[in-house]
Every structure is written in C-alpha cells, then in structure tokens.
C-alpha cells in the first residue's frame, strides 16, 4: 500500500442505525444468516463494499458480500454449505442454492513478510493474500464509497475513509493516490467508469485525471478480466453511458483499439451512431428483463472495426466473400489481445456480420434458407440496428420483418410474383457464391460492403 492511501486514514466515523437508512428487511436473509453465524462465532462480520453503498442510496444490491476476521478456515468450519475459492484472494463462498455470499477476511496491503503477497511489472499486484486488521481492509478497497462497513452487532455503518460523506454527495473518489492505485491495478480505471455510470456519481477531478495519461495500462491487465469488466459495463443496463465516458476519459482505444480508430475516421458518423444505437436497445432490453447476449453485443461493439477492415481489403481487391471472412477474423484476433471474448460468443457474433449482406437477396431458395437459419433472428435484429442509421438498407428490413410474419406458403408465392424484380437480379445455385456485380453496382452500401464504412 502506497504511504498516501494509509495517510488517508482517519479516525473511524460510526454512524448509528438512526443516522443511516440502511434496515435489516433491505438486506438478503442469507447475508443475515451469515453475518450472525460469524458473530456467535466469535468473530467480527461486517456488510461491506458495493452492497452498503447501494443500500445508502436506496439501491439494490446485486450481491452481498461480508467481511470478517476469521480465516477462511475458520469461515468453512461454521458453514455446511461453503467452499474456498480463488488463488489471488483467497475467499469463503456459503451458498445457499443460486445465491451466494461471499465471506472475505479483513485484508491489508501492506507486507509486513508474514503473509503471501507478490508484485510484478510496475507496481501491479498480483497475489495479496495479507491477512489484517478492518482499518487495512478499508484502506486496500478502491473507493471511499466501497469501504463503508455495516455491523451486525449494533447496525452501525462504519467508515475509515470518508465514504459516507462522498456517498451522500455522489462521487467516487479513490482512496490514497489516485495514479499509484490505477498503477497497482489498472482494472479500477474500469471500474471508476462504470459505477459512475451506473450508480449516477461523478469521478472525482482527483481520480478522473490520470485516466487518460494511463489507459495504456489497461493492455497489462488479464484479458479474462477485461471480458468480465465489459459485461458488467454493458450488460447491467447502463452500456450507452459507460460507452460514452470510456470516450470521454480516453479509455475507448485501450480496449477496443480498432474501433476507437474506424470512429475516429468514419466522418459521417454512421459507424458511431449504429454503436450507440446498439447499446442503447441493449439497455432497454435490459430494462424489459429480456434476454441480451455478448455475441451481439460485441457484433455491435467491433462493427467499425469489422467495417474498416473489410473495406480495406475490398479495396486491395480481395474477392469479397473471403474478404468478409479474413476482415471477421482479423478483427477477432486482434481484439483478443485485450479482451479474452470466449469462442462461444466470437462464433455467432462472426456469424452476425456474415449473414448481413444475405439480407440483400431475394431468391426464393436464399430467403427460406436464411430464414431456417439457426442465426437468423440475432442477424435480422442486427439488420434492424444499421437501418436506424442507415437509411438505405430500409427496404431490406421491411422486406425480412414482413418474411417472418408470413407463411411460407404465401412468403414463396410473393417472391415467385415478384420474380421479375429485384430477386431476379440473384443468381440461384451457390448460396455461398458472391452476388452479382450489377447487384453491387446498384447498392454500393448493400450487398456485401456493409453500412456505414469509412468515408
Ligand atoms: P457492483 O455493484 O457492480 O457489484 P461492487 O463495488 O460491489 O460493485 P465488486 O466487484 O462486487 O464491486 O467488488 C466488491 C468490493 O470489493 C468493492 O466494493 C470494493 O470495495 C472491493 N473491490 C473490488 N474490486 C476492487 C479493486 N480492483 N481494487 C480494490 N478494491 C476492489
Ligand atoms: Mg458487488
């Protein structure tokens, strides 16, 4: 622990059960059990970190999680139902069915030698498994708004650090020096980003300055982490803002390098303005508590970069089916430098960006293929998504969501009517062969140059 962080403790303030609104009915009756198993045990048992925080602002916490000074030994040996986890952070999970609490012991960041603690590069932490005291614990959290403690002994919050006060005034504010602990773990510039997006607090001048002098740093965190980081950044309900202040903190580039740099270059706006379309259906998807899935979310997120890159090799002349798949690839691979995206979503989400120029055709047998296809419904939304800002591929969206609605009967006797039209204009036997030139001549953001590339 840096000497700044430990300077930035205080005479401990306890607020008493009627100076806060935080009531036991807020608080989930396994977290309670917990609590007041540790306390007969002998031990102390504090709520701490994102639950107290939400509780104060009349929030729901998503999880509760405790803090204690039993080992997690000793935690296992009061609870049936708990396993220890972790190698980084050693930690007590006492499950009880789908919910689990997660039971920590106080920990400090200094070494004192006695305990297990290693740093590599400059400064970053990567093993801190230092058993210590509730005032060490409060000063190793990342902001004075995540070490609040509420005690089940006489419900009181108590604070080391100052947070009660900056929860009232909706800040975030790093405890000790703001560059030394993004240093330590750049993953916290991530996290100031997202919880003040989500939390509406502001980021201190203190702890919102360095961010975009050390963005770099973030290419030194674990990939996996980076994953889990963008899931709660834009799958939680709040993707469009978190979006929106990664950019404006000049956090974008260091995760998503590529489409930070088609942004950059795409002077109509139509890249940036499908992205935030993307993100803001997300949130209110979320909202309406229907299902949301990284593969889309990442199609949207890497759209730009998918876009430049296959403008890139369309203009080398690459045919342009296999300029489709070698831009798809490249964009993936290159982002997995940062951000370990797991195959399970890279797969669909490749397959999103495939199936687009598919929607351009109208012959019979691509139609009803495409509409048996098991991507189809996550590609159609996607086709959706462009057209709000693509204006050009309307007829496209029209033409698919109408091909849903009807049977396949009447859908098969209206192309057939239409043979005359655009569907004759796609030549049938290959599904897989490339539209015709003509087809391409005529839509030139169609067919398979999808929307909005650099202009
Ligand atoms: P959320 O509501 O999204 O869960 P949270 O603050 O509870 O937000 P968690 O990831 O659940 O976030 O972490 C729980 C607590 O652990 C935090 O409140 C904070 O005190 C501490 N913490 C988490 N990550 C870090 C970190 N990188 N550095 C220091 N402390 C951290
Ligand atoms: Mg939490």
Redesign the pocket.
Known sequence: MTENSTAFLRTPRIVPRDGHGISRKDISPNALRVLYRLREGGFAAFL????V??LLICGH???F?VATDATPEQVKSLFRNCRLIGRRFRLAHVIYGREII?V?TFRANEDDGSGDRETVGEGRLSRDNVYGTVEDDAV????T???LYYAIEDFSVRDYVGGFEDVQARVLKL?GDPES?YR??P??ML?AV??AS??DFSIDPAAAEPLPRLSELLSGAAPARLFDECL?MFM?GHAEKSFLALERHGLLAALFPETAKALATNRSGALRATLLQALRSTDGRVAEDKPVTPAFLFAALLWPAYCRELAVLQKAGVDPLAAQQRAADRVTLHQAERIALPRRFSQPMQEIWLLQPRFSQRQRKRVFRLLAHPRFRAAFDFLELRGSSSPEIAEDVAFWREAQLQSPEHLAESLDGSRAGASESHHDPDISSPPRKRRRRRRPSGGSQPTGTPD
């Open positions: 701490v970190g994102g639950a925080r939400d916490p998503k999880d999680d997660e920590a190793r959290r990342d902001f708004a995540n070490a405890i602990r330590e773990d993953v916290r996290r997202r919880l989500k939390l709660k939680a």
